[in-house]
């Protein structure tokens, strides 16, 4: 009996982890969306494609940062089930290293939820980019 409390609450250790990374993940988003048009809305006003290249290398490093977390996050979620596969007496680890070397960074950044969130900002900003020189 004693065991399986352990594991439950290690496991809810794990996963409190995991629902902290996607919480990351979901501000991140959020602040993205707002700076990104914020900055957008400046270049429409100003007609400068200089606000637009400020927007560019802000959606750069939140598409990255938010790589990053989608990265830690599936780490964990391979901990998780590598502790419910576990037999015997939880080890409370919290350790991700060897789960994170399956999954980089890098390839979460092009994952189907990252370009089409990032890579539909990339798009209004081509478009932004094409009225502004147009005009």
Do not use: P
């Not at 990252?114 to 502004?132: C, E, S």
């Amino acid at each position: 009996m004693a065991t399986t409390d352990s594991k439950l609450k290690h496991l809810e250790f794990i996963q409190n982890t995991i629902n902290r990374m996607a919480s990351n993940s979901f501000l991140l988003k959020g602040w993205a969306v707002t700076l990104v048009s914020a900055l957008l809305a400046l270049s429409f006003k100003e007609t400068s494609w200089l606000y637009i290249v400020v927007s560019l290398s802000v959606l750069t490093f939140f598409w990255l940062l938010d790589s990053y977390y989608l990265g830690q996050e599936r780490a964990y979620i391979r901990l998780y089930e590598h502790a419910i596969e576990h037999k015997g007496e939880a080890d409370f680890s919290m350790d991700a290293k060897s789960h994170r070397a399956k999954i980089a960074w890098y390839t979460c950044a092009f994952s189907d939820t990252m370009r089409l969130f990032y890579g539909g900002l990339f798009a209004v900003h081509v478009l932004v980019l094409l009225i502004i020189l147009n005009t």
